[in-house]
């Protein structure tokens, strides 16, 4: 057995890094890294996923390893990559999420938040519908393949054991977090447009009609306009999140490339 492991100790090796880089893509990646999928299912994915390719690398040369800080720091390259594409992806939905919670906000009805179980906490209504919004526009667009054909790359430049600390990937990140909460505010702005005008006319009516019960006007009037609002703009959402998906790819392949 000591024999057959110092034989393929190489190959071993490389299939611990190949899935460790996987591993932190799935982890995050929506849909696929939900707490709503079994562990065991993720799990089994990723060991399936490293089968097919971990061949490709067993080319691939090692350094030296003199001890478990130097595999542990080893690992910890990988999985930063994996990690560096799946917070990219989380990044961008969370930005078109937070158009949803800041829309419910300014209709005043966040008070019927619901369980998120991706997040284990209390969203809005519209804050769901912009999630599922953007994951049947992920899934339909392919975006899985996207993510997954994101990975493959990275092993051309950067082969599994060659890992390094890739210096532009903050700045990448911090880019990436900025342009989600730009496409977010892009996603939410007719909502958001139609609900100042709705509380401006009630201000009017309110002022014209002071005998009304404006609490009771105002709120149903902004609810209804929610509604519509997110009716009429949830094509124009979708369009963005796919517009600004492929960016965030990019951007952040190239700062991994760099």
Same mark, same amino acid.
């Not at 492991?5 to 880089?21: A, C, K």
């Given at each position: ?17 190949? =899935? ?6 799935? %982890? $995050? ?9 079994? %562990?065991?299912?993720?799990?089994? =994915?990723?060991?399936?996923?490293? !089968?097919?390719?971990?061949?490709? #690398? ?24 994996? $990690? ?12 078109? #999420?937070?158009? /949803? #919670?800041?829309?419910? +906000? ?22 769901? $519908? ?12 392919? /975006? ?34 900025? #342009?989600? !909460? ?6 939410? *702005? ?5 609900? =100042? ?13 002071? +005998? ?5 006007? /105002? !709120? ?14 949830? /094509? ?13 790819? *990019? ?8």
């Amino acid at each position: 057995m000591a024999l057959l492991f110092e034989l393929y100790s190489h190959q071993f090796l490389i299939f611990v890094l190949v =899935l460790t880089r996987l591993s932190g893509v799935l %982890m $995050l990646m929506p849909v696929m890294g939900a707490k709503s999928i079994p %562990m065991r299912i993720r799990g089994l =994915l990723a060991v399936g996923l490293t !089968f097919i390719i971990a061949p490709t #690398q067993w080319h691939a040369p090692l350094p030296e390893l003199g001890s478990l800080f130097e595999l542990a720091v080893l690992v910890g390259r990988e999985a930063l990559i994996g $990690l560096s594409i799946g917070l990219a992806t989380a990044i961008l939905f969370a930005g078109v #999420q937070l158009a /949803g #919670q800041v829309v419910s +906000q300014t209709a005043g009805v966040s008070l019927a938040d619901v369980l998120d179980p991706a997040f284990e906490s209390s969203v809005s209504a519209a804050t769901q $519908l912009m999630d599922l919004l953007t994951m049947a526009v992920f899934v339909c667009i392919g /975006g899985h393949r996207q993510v997954l054909a994101a990975l493959l790359d990275t092993f051309r430049w950067t082969p599994a054991g060659s890992a390094t600390f890739p210096e532009g990937v903050i700045a990448a990140l911090s880019d990436i977090t900025s #342009q989600s !909460f730009a496409a977010g505010f892009r996603a939410g *702005a007719p909502c958001l447009l139609a609900l =100042l005008l709705s509380v401006l006319i009630t201000a009017i009516v309110s002022r014209t009609l002071p +005998q009304l019960n404006v609490l009771v006007l /105002g !709120f149903n009037l902004n609810a209804a306009v929610m509604l519509g609002g997110l009716a009429v703009s949830l /094509g124009a959402a979708a369009w963005i999140f796919q517009e600004e998906f492929a960016s965030v790819l *990019a951007a952040v392949s190239e700062s991994l490339a760099s």
